[in-house]
């Protein structure tokens, strides 16, 4: 394997580090679908770095990361739409408030 | 020539149970309907008891037994219900009917303001469905079941008015000590079934076998004691006595019924029954015949000084049943104690029927606030009158007659019986006489209390007259020159020398126990206060009762509330503990799980986080320090 993956692999590791804290410890709710993007873009850019540099590169990790792109999006879609629609009827973004999966 | 009735003994219970089940059903509705059904029950019972006992009279009959219903049956052994009617048992159905006849008429008036009426009435009825089955059982185990099950209707009645905290203590008091002696009576029933050949418990074949002697004599004299605790127990004998005079707790015309005429003599009547077995025994009817004794002489002298009217009476009953067992103790026959229970059911259910009339009016029961109702009771007075002169056994009156013959007896056989005897009869007038003057004659009442005072309506009133007519005939049936009840009873006779030094000596101190209650408490020649005074110590040990509910309490009531105690810790603090334990392990396991879920999705995610963590370093350290 190549050895020029690894700052690929150590950036991707530490975006995904970063998003995986952002989105257990932020309040706002829209700052934790932000930090879900960020998790999915490490995952991007792993699929892409060993495309490239991996055992056997080939362009699949770049298709698989286009489709990753695409559900990111309506991921994003999804989730700010269920966000408004939470603000519409609760007046808040604030994940601690959203707990009525307690019940 | 009239049939003989004894084939339908049956009947006889029979009435008083469907009365029981009628007036349970009844409740509190229709008080007319229910007086109707419980006097209709007892008369047809008395009638088919007096039918038995004429016909058993006029026909020289054998036992009627009639032992088909078989209960039980084990291997080789079986146990057979039925009924047995001798001549000994049709007297004591013919007491138990009609005497509960008449307590029976007399509560219609007595309770006739009280709400559970009905209630009261199926509670006497179903006392005499069980003590006349009691009578009619013809082996011991059912003599036992309808033993307990007076026992039970004892507490129902003494308990009758449970919101008073002494009727409830009087009726478990009743309860517990009378389990005491029943106890007695069980193991007896259990050395009986052990040692008795095939097992058999009628009646018949334990005469057979203690007669036959089939079993060794310190068995019969172990069963025959047991047996007489039994007895002590449900008769109120020393040391088991304390129980009756609370029992006066309860409605009078109970007192009447149950703690005088019928059930306390239901442990003479079971020392009667298995008479053989202590004819067998010298040791155990020396024994009948001392506690009987003592029993007869210590009651007497409580009876002195205590002040409530139905208390007097109950101690009286107590002395008098201790004559009874001092008469079969003796151990000559029946015929003395039986004689005695016969015509002491009939005066002594008369006292309580007057004493009852005197509480219904003046309500109150402490003989020294009531005085002169003999100007406004005259029936009362006159039929009290009556049944104190046969208590104190003043001839012709029949108490005289059936003293005479236990005096006579324990004369010829047992002198020291004899004159504590004598001495009891003596303490007998002087309590009773003390008793009548104070209530019916006495001089410290206030003119205007006494003139609302009224004789009792009619339905109380005929009760006392029957009672007291036949409180005045029934001795004649046994007398020094005439011993037909005895040649009936048991089926010979006696021919014993009339005894007039007995006759002379038993009626003289009548008559100066009755002179001394006079010169008392009505003359006042002698002070009462002087002579408490005079004697304190002694007069405290009687108001005291001797100190034995005391002394009970003391050496058996407090330890046992002791032991009681520190089980109850235990079982507070170490068992209830350990259960405690466990729940609140589970209650706590229970918050911290409801903790951990509380809906922040955040929380879960980093929980998921950590076990992923933890996954990957086992599975790294796995790798780095090779297990398995």
Redesign the interface.
């Known amino acids: 394997m190549d050895p020029n993956i690894s700052p690929y692999l150590m950036l991707a590791g530490i975006l995904f580090c970063i998003g ?1 804290f952002g ?3 932020k309040k706002n709710a829209v700052i ?1 679908l932000i930090c879900i993007e960020l998790m999915l873009n490490a995952v991007n850019l792993n699929l892409i770095a060993f495309s490239r540099y991996g055992v056997q590169p080939s362009l699949t990790g770049q298709i698989f990361s286009l489709f990753n792109i695409t559900i990111a999006a309506a991921e994003a879609a999804v989730g700010i739409a269920i966000l408004i629609t939470l603000y519409r009827n609760k007046y808040t973004i604030n ?2 408030e ?6 | 020539m009239i049939s003989d009735f004894s084939n339908y003994a049956w009947l006889v219970p029979l009435f008083p149970l469907l009365a029981f089940i009628a007036l349970l059903i009844l409740g509190r509705q229709m008080k007319e309907l229910g007086t109707k059904i419980a006097i209709f029950a007892m008369s047809i019972t008395f009638i088919i008891s007096l039918m038995i006992f004429i016909s058993r009279i006029l026909n020289e009959t054998e036992n009627y037994i009639w032992d088909n219903l078989r209960w039980i049956q084990i291997g080789d052994f079986s146990l057979s219900m039925g009924y047995e009617v001798s001549n000994l048992n049709s007297l004591m159905l013919l007491i138990v009917s009609s005497v509960g006849l008449l307590v029976t008429i007399y509560s219609v008036e007595y309770m006739k303001n009280d709400e559970r009426y009905n209630v009261f009435f199926s509670y006497i009825a179903l006392f005499t469905f069980s003590m006349l089955s009691l009578v009619l059982s013809i082996n011991v185990l059912q003599f036992y079941i309808f033993w307990e099950l007076v026992g039970v209707c004892s507490f129902l009645l003494v308990g009758f008015w449970f919101h008073k905290p002494a009727a409830k203590a009087a009726a478990k008091k009743a309860f517990i000590v009378t389990r005491i002696g029943d106890l007695g009576l069980f193991i007896a029933i259990l050395i009986l079934f052990w040692y008795m050949p095939n097992h058999s418990l009628d009646f018949i074949s334990i005469q057979n076998a203690v007669v036959t002697s089939q079993l060794d004599p310190s068995v019969i004299t172990w069963i025959a004691i047991l047996i007489f605790i039994g007895a002590i127990g449900k008769s109120g004998q020393f040391p088991l006595h304390t129980w009756l005079p609370d029992a006066m707790e309860g409605p009078t015309p109970i007192s009447a019924l149950i703690h005088a005429a019928t059930m306390v003599a239901a442990g003479v009547f079971l020392v009667a029954r298995t008479y053989e077995i202590f004819l067998a025994s010298p040791d155990a009817l020396l024994v009948v015949s001392y506690v009987g004794g003592f029993t007869a002489i210590f009651a007497a002298t409580i009876a002195i000084v205590q002040n409530d009217i139905k208390r007097i009476l109950a101690y009286s009953t107590i002395s008098q049943l201790g004559y009874m067992m001092m008469a079969l103790g003796i151990g000559i026959s029946i015929t003395n104690g039986m004689f005695h229970l016969f015509t002491h059911a009939f005066f002594k259910a008369l006292l309580f029927l007057g004493a009852g009339s005197v509480i219904h009016t003046v309500h109150k029961q402490n003989i020294h606030e009531m005085g002169q109702l003999s100007s406004k009771m005259k029936i009362t007075t006159w039929t009290f009158a009556i049944g104190a002169l046969a208590l104190i056994g003043i001839p012709p009156f029949s108490g005289f007659w059936s003293k005479d013959a236990i005096l006579t007896e324990a004369y010829l056989h047992n002198t020291a019986l004899f004159w504590i005897g004598i001495t009891t009869a003596f303490l007998t007038a002087f309590y009773m006489s003390r008793l009548f003057f104070l209530v019916f004659m006495g001089k410290n009442m206030n003119n205007q209390e006494i003139n609302e005072y009224h004789e009792s309506p009619r339905s109380m009133t005929i009760p006392l007259i029957v009672l007291a007519a036949l409180s005045v005939c029934v001795g004649f049936i046994q007398t020094p020159a005439n011993h037909w009840f005895e040649g009936w009873l048991i089926g010979q006779q006696h021919e014993e020398s009339i005894q007039w030094f007995v006759i002379n000596v038993s009626t003289a101190v009548g008559l100066l126990g009755i002179m001394l209650g006079y010169m008392v408490y009505q003359r006042r020649s002698i002070s009462s206060e002087q002579l408490s005074t005079q004697f304190r110590w002694i007069h405290r040990l009687l108001v005291n009762k001797y100190y034995i509910d005391e002394a009970y309490s003391w050496i058996l009531v407090k330890p046992l509330h002791g032991l009681g105690m520190i089980l109850s810790m235990f079982d507070e603090y170490v068992i209830h503990g350990l259960v405690r334990l466990t729940s609140n392990f589970v209650v706590g396991l229970n918050q911290v799980s409801t903790r951990l ?6 929380n879960y ?2 929980i998921t ?1 950590l076990g992923l963590v933890i996954l990957a370093l086992a599975i790294a350290g796995k790798r780095f320090i090779n297990v398995g």
């Open positions: 995986i989105a257990l410890t934790v994940v601690k959203m707990n009525t999966l307690k019940h | 879920q509380n809906g922040q999705l955040q995610g980093l986080l």
